[in-house]
Structure formats: structure tokens, C-alpha cells
């Protein structure tokens, strides 16, 4: 008799093991390199394959860390960093240039378990805006902390700190000599702005903001997104990226945001928490909320732009109403996706 009890109280603990391991082990991650006209008429084969190879490099660093157990935070912001440092993207090096020729950094991260967030805001000498992010949110009682002030705590936090000529690149520099000529051309045939999407309007728009979200073994969900804003941008502006809510938010109870496009719209619109709150209060699913956020709201209004969201569960919806976004993702099954144009 004690035989069978203990054998059923070995069966018990085996299987409850068992059964941790299994929920312990559906991770996922979703990651972006941002949205706008990006036509294949436009790109070459080899430009076309070194953004396929950082996408897939920033994704399989964060999906290393979710399958060694660690958690999502250290996942997004690790596949960010990586971004952040390559310049194809408008992230750290490679951030594109304000009217007065400089690139101020945005960044922001929530952690979806505790639902903590921290955000900077028009840096230039922080070598990782994300990681400045990051350091608000774990090393100090405040939320956002922009320019100067988010510099010196970021210095005395030990980060990274650089020239700011450290993000310049040749291709962003001649970016901006040329939206500048198109302002002037804009200007000339002002009309209106609610087309829906933008790429009519602004055939040279792109957004070339970094973002990724995951989800861990633990069942928490993260959120990250850095960026240089828009090309062109004047007078301190602070786009969405930055604003949680808008650009960036994480709750384990809904799903993590992600965002990339024209973030005026994005802030007024709420977008990454109207995306969590339509799961939470109208039950809507991970692809309907964020479908009905990207390709009905912000077409309505005019503003061009995507998301990459994940849910609890590791459902992962990549929605965009620009011609192309820069996307990748490793599913709960391990399977992997890159895609850049709409087709795919
Ligand atoms: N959303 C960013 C901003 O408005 C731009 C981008 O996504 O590239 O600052």
C-alpha cells in the first residue's frame, strides 16, 4: 500500500514538473525595424539581404535569451541594441537628422508583469537610448526624463557615453538635404493631408524606428522601442515612441506594443493602449484589436504607420497600412518569419 502512495506522490510531482516545464516553455518574440514606402522597385538585392541579415541577427539574439530562460526585458533589449547599433535603422547610429542638422534619441520600455516603464527623450550622447530607458524605469522613481537631465542620469548610471557625432551617417545627412528641398515642394502643393496613407503624400516617408516585444518563459511580456524620430523634426519635438501608451506599452493581462510610423497620429490616437484595451475591455483578439487600431482608425485619420504586438499566449500580430515594415518573428513553435514588403 505505502509503495502505491508513494508511487502516486512521485507520478504528482513528476507530472506538475512536467507541466511547469511545458507553460515554462512557450516563448516568443517580435521584432521591427520600421514601416513606410518600402518597395521592392526601389531596393537592391544586396541592400534587400543585409536588412534581412541584422533582422534576423536582432532576432535570434532575443530569442536565445527567451530559451535560456531569461526574461523578456533582457530580450527586447537585447534585440534593440543590436538594431540600434547597425545603420540601416533610425535608432543610435544611423538616427536620422533634426531641421538643425542634429539626431535626438527617443526610447522606451514597459515591462508587462509589474507594468513599471521608463522613457528618454532628446539625447544625444547615450551610446543605447534603450538602455537609458531601461535605467529610468529600474534605477529611479520617475518615468520619462528627456535631454540634458536623462543624459547626466544616464552618465551616472555608468552607461555608455559618446560624441554626438557618434550617430551620424552620410545617408541620413543627405536625407535630410533632401525632405528639406521636398518641404519647400510640399509647400507649394498643400492640400489635403487625410489620404489615408501617407505614402501618396510623402512618397520618401519611412520610419525607420526599432522596436520589439516578447514574451517569456515566465508567461511576462516586455515592450521596447528606439528611435531618431523623423527626419527633419524641429523645435525639441518628442514623437510617440517615448510616450507609453502611444509608441510603447506592455501588460500581461492584454499584449505588448510595439509602434513605428507618423507619431503625432500615434500619440493622439493612443495607439499601442487602445490595441490592450480593446483585448481587455471588448475581448477582442491580438490580430482584431490591432488590425482594427492600424488599418481602420489610423487610415481614418491619415496616419501612416504599424505595430508589432504579442499576446499572453504568444499569438504575434505584425500589422502595418504603409507599403512595406520591416519585420521578423519567432513564433511559440520556433518558427521563424522575415518580411519587409506587403506580399509576404
Ligand atoms: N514613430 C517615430 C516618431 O514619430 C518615427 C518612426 O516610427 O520611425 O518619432
Same mark, same amino acid.
Given at each position: 500500500?505505502?509503495?502505491?502512495?508513494?508511487?502516486?506522490?512521485?507520478?504528482?510531482?513528476?507530472?506538475?514538473?512536467?507541466?511547469?516545464?511545458? *507553460?515554462? $516553455?512557450?516563448?516568443?518574440?517580435?521584432? #521591427?525595424?520600421?514601416?513606410?514606402?518600402?518597395?521592392?522597385?526601389?531596393?537592391?538585392?544586396?541592400?534587400?539581404?543585409?536588412?534581412?541579415?541584422?533582422? /534576423?541577427?536582432?532576432?535570434? @539574439?532575443? #530569442?536565445?535569451?527567451?530559451?535560456? $530562460? $531569461?526574461?523578456?526585458?533582457?530580450?527586447?533589449?537585447?534585440?534593440? +541594441?543590436?538594431?540600434?547599433?547597425?545603420?540601416?535603422?533610425?535608432?543610435?547610429?544611423?538616427?536620422?537628422? *533634426?531641421?538643425?542638422?542634429?539626431?535626438?534619441?527617443?526610447?522606451?520600455?514597459?515591462?508587462? +508583469?509589474?507594468?513599471? @516603464?521608463?522613457?528618454? @527623450?532628446?539625447?544625444?550622447?547615450?551610446? =543605447?537610448?534603450?538602455?537609458?530607458?531601461?535605467?529610468?524605469?529600474? =534605477?529611479?522613481?520617475?518615468?520619462?526624463?528627456?535631454?540634458?537631465?536623462?543624459?547626466?542620469?544616464?552618465?551616472?548610471?555608468?552607461?555608455?557615453?559618446?560624441?554626438?557625432?557618434?550617430?551620424?551617417?552620410?545617408?541620413?545627412?543627405?536625407?535630410?538635404?533632401?525632405?528639406?528641398?521636398?518641404?519647400?515642394? +510640399?509647400?507649394? #502643393?498643400?492640400?489635403?493631408?487625410?489620404?489615408?496613407?501617407?505614402?501618396?503624400?510623402?512618397?520618401?516617408?519611412?520610419?525607420?524606428?526599432?522596436?520589439?516585444?516578447?514574451?517569456?518563459?515566465?508567461?511576462?511580456?516586455?515592450?521596447?522601442?528606439?528611435?531618431?524620430?523623423?527626419?527633419?523634426?524641429?523645435?525639441?519635438?518628442?514623437?510617440?515612441?517615448?510616450?507609453?501608451?502611444?509608441?510603447?506599452?506592455?501588460?500581461?493581462? =492584454?499584449?505588448?506594443? =510595439?509602434?513605428?510610423? #507618423?507619431? /503625432?497620429?500615434?500619440?493622439?490616437?493612443?495607439?499601442?493602449?487602445?490595441?490592450?484595451?480593446?483585448?481587455?475591455?471588448?475581448?477582442?483578439?491580438?490580430?482584431?484589436?490591432?488590425?482594427?487600431?492600424?488599418?481602420?482608425?489610423?487610415?481614418?485619420?491619415?496616419?501612416?504607420?504599424?505595430?508589432?504586438?504579442?499576446?499572453?499566449?504568444?499569438?504575434?500580430?505584425?500589422?502595418?497600412?504603409?507599403?512595406?515594415?520591416?519585420?521578423?518573428?519567432?513564433?511559440?513553435?520556433?518558427?521563424?518569419?522575415? $518580411?519587409?514588403?506587403?506580399?509576404?
Amino acid at each position: 500500500m505505502k509503495r502505491f502512495i508513494y508511487f502516486f506522490i512521485l507520478l504528482f510531482i513528476s507530472t506538475s514538473v512536467l507541466g511547469q516545464n511545458q *507553460t515554462r $516553455g512557450k516563448v516568443a518574440i517580435a521584432i #521591427h525595424g520600421g514601416a513606410g514606402t518600402i518597395k521592392r522597385e526601389n531596393m537592391s538585392p544586396e541592400r534587400e539581404a543585409e536588412y534581412r541579415a541584422k533582422l /534576423e541577427e536582432a532576432l535570434k @539574439a532575443g #530569442h536565445k535569451i527567451l530559451e535560456e $530562460g $531569461g526574461n523578456s526585458l533582457d530580450a527586447v533589449v537585447a534585440a534593440i +541594441q543590436i538594431m540600434e547599433e547597425s545603420p540601416l535603422f533610425n535608432a543610435g547610429k544611423g538616427a536620422v537628422f *533634426t531641421n538643425e542638422g542634429k539626431n535626438e534619441l527617443d526610447a522606451a520600455i514597459m515591462d508587462g +508583469q509589474s507594468l513599471q @516603464a521608463g522613457a528618454v @527623450a532628446g539625447i544625444s550622447t547615450v551610446k =543605447s537610448p534603450i538602455s537609458a530607458a531601461r535605467a529610468v524605469m529600474e =534605477s529611479s522613481p520617475h518615468v520619462m526624463m528627456i535631454g540634458k537631465g536623462a543624459e547626466q542620469f544616464a552618465q551616472e548610471q555608468g552607461l555608455e557615453i559618446v560624441d554626438p557625432s557618434y550617430f551620424y551617417t552620410d545617408t541620413r545627412y543627405e536625407q535630410l538635404q533632401r525632405i528639406k528641398n521636398t518641404e519647400k515642394q +510640399q509647400l507649394d #502643393h498643400d492640400g489635403d493631408n487625410r489620404q489615408g496613407l501617407l505614402d501618396q503624400k510623402f512618397p520618401d516617408r519611412k520610419f525607420g524606428t526599432v522596436g520589439a516585444v516578447a514574451l517569456d518563459m515566465d508567461g511576462n511580456l516586455a515592450a521596447a522601442t528606439s528611435t531618431g524620430g523623423m527626419t527633419n523634426k524641429r523645435y525639441g519635438r518628442v514623437g510617440d515612441v517615448p510616450i507609453i501608451g502611444a509608441g510603447t506599452y506592455a501588460d500581461n493581462n =492584454s499584449c505588448a506594443v =510595439s509602434a513605428t510610423g #507618423h507619431g /503625432e497620429y500615434f500619440i493622439r490616437s493612443v495607439v499601442a493602449y487602445d490595441i490592450a484595451a480593446l483585448m481587455k475591455y471588448k475581448g477582442l483578439s491580438l490580430n482584431d484589436a490591432a488590425s482594427q487600431v492600424i488599418k481602420e482608425k489610423l487610415v481614418e485619420m491619415g496616419g501612416g504607420g504599424g505595430v508589432i504586438s504579442i499576446d499572453a499566449k504568444g499569438n504575434i500580430a505584425l500589422p502595418f497600412n504603409t507599403a512595406g515594415m520591416y519585420r521578423a518573428s519567432i513564433d511559440t513553435q520556433g518558427q521563424m518569419y522575415i $518580411g519587409i514588403y506587403e506580399d509576404e
